[in-house]
Each structure stands twice: as C-alpha cells, then as structure tokens.
C-alpha cells in the first residue's frame, strides 16, 4: 500500500503483534522500497526499547543486533538525522553511539537547519541524558576523529551524560588533552565538557587557557564560564588579577564577576 497512514498503521500492527512478527521486520529491512525499510527499523527499534508488551529478551536482542547492522552498513543514511537518532538513542550499546556519531558527517536535513548556535544538533545532544559510563569509550574515540563537526558532536555530548563521576574518571585526562585541538570550536566545546564533568584534573589546564591572550575569545570565554563550577584559594586568585586587568577582555572580566560586582 503506498499510502503513508496505511503503511504507519500496519507497522503500528506489526509492532504490537509480539514476537511473532520479528521475522517479518527483519525480511522489511532488506525491501527494495526505502520507505518500508525506514518503517521496518523505527519498529525494531520501539521493540529494542520496550514499548511494546509480547516481546522475549532474545527477541528484542536480535531488533537490536539487526537495527545495528542496519545502520553501520549505511542503510539508514537516507533517513532523517532526528528519525536515525530516536531509534538509537535508547539502545545501550557503545555501537549505537559510534553510529550516533557517524550520522553528523552526513550534512543533509540537520545541517541545513543548524545555526551553528550549539556545538552540535540539540536532539543529537538530548540522547545522551538517556545515556550512561558505555558512552564515554566510543566518545573518547571519537576526539581523534579527523572531521571537527565528530570532535565537537562528542565533547558536547560529555556535557549530557549521567552519572558524571564514572564519566569524570575516563573522560578528564582524553578532554584535558583535546584542549590543543586545532579547531577552536572544539576546543570551546571541550573547556564547556570540563566544565560539565567538575574534574579537579582540569583546574590548571582551564586556568592556563583562561590566562592565554593569544587563545580565541571564545575559547577563554567557555574556560572561563568553566572555571566558575571549581572552588579554590588559586582559582579566586586568578579570577582577580584578569577581573583588575583593564586591558583584558571586557567580556570575560562580566564572566568572572560576581552579581555584586556587574
């Protein structure tokens, strides 16, 4: 049937049919037309996420194995960007967010769309909240990605994962490193990830950013607004001497001050 409703309808049917019609969804996955094999994984993937009752722990194994090669052979590269991320978002894989990450390489509906405003799309960036520690080897990986849009997409993404101190204890030293990236988006991106995580390992690198002149605005901008979620007697130190400096930046002096101050 090529009518949209109908086809919504009958993957709506499938879906809740229990196990039964696993077989029938993964054959979809190999149909000629595009659009069938587009229904066929955004199915699997509520089966993989449980939003269907009838379904056995195998069974939502094998939704998830196939969904997986699905996308890393690049059959979803034609979905769009936010379909792609919500049938990934939930699995909890590291292969999921490796495939995640991948997605932004292809600049179709979401980069047309994106102001820049944000390191990366805000849906992509929401799906880590859903996320936890098994994200952070595929992210870490991803800092050594050649495309800076992967560099910044996964430092950001650091921002938005739970359980901030399995995150802190992996994450720090790959994110300290990253602060020398050659693209200062990502380097902002990764002042604003330290930020996030509140590792005291950052403390001297983000000062150091925050004491380069020759960094970009933004850069010492995010160190700055970093810096602000640490305590501590050298902290306060520094904040002062840039705070008293009236040849620096006005915009970072407003960032370190107190509301008494502005």
């Known amino acids: 049937n090529k009518d949209k409703n109908a086809r919504q309808a009958g993957f709506l049917t499938l879906g809740g049919l229990g196990d039964s019609a696993l077989d029938a969804l993964l054959a ?118 050649e495309d800076p849009m992967i560099r910044t997409g996964a430092t950001s993404a650091f921002s938005y994962l739970q359980y901030r101190e399995e995150v802190a204890k992996k994450a720090a030293e790959p994110l300290i490193q990253a602060l020398g990236d050659k693209d200062l988006k990502v380097r902002a991106s990764v002042a604003r990830a330290l930020g996030a995580i509140k590792d005291s390992r950052a403390v001297e690198p983000l000062i150091a950013v925050l004491k380069n002149k020759r960094e970009s605005q933004d850069v010492r901008l995010a160190a700055a607004t970093a810096l602000r979620n640490f305590k501590g007697p050298n902290i306060d130190a520094v904040f002062r001497e840039i705070k008293n400096d009236r040849s620096e930046d006005k915009e970072i002096r407003e960032v370190l001050m107190s509301p008494e101050e502005i």
């Open 28 to 145: 979809l996955l190999e149909d000629p037309d595009q659009d069938l094999r587009h229904g066929a994984v955004k199915t699997l993937g509520m089966m993989a996420e449980n939003r269907y009752v009838g379904y056995h722990l195998e069974d939502t194994k094998r939704a998830t194995e196939a969904i997986l090669a699905f996308f890393e052979k690049g059959g979803a590269d034609t979905m769009k960007f936010q379909e792609r991320i919500q049938v990934l978002e939930s699995i909890k894989d590291p292969r999921a967010v490796r495939v995640m990450l991948k997605a932004l390489k292809h600049k179709g509906d979401w980069h047309s769309k994106y102001s820049g405003y944000q390191d990366a799309p805000q849906g992509f960036l929401l799906a880590f909240e859903k996320m936890g520690e098994y994200a952070v080897d595929p992210l870490i990986e991803a800092l050594g990605d």
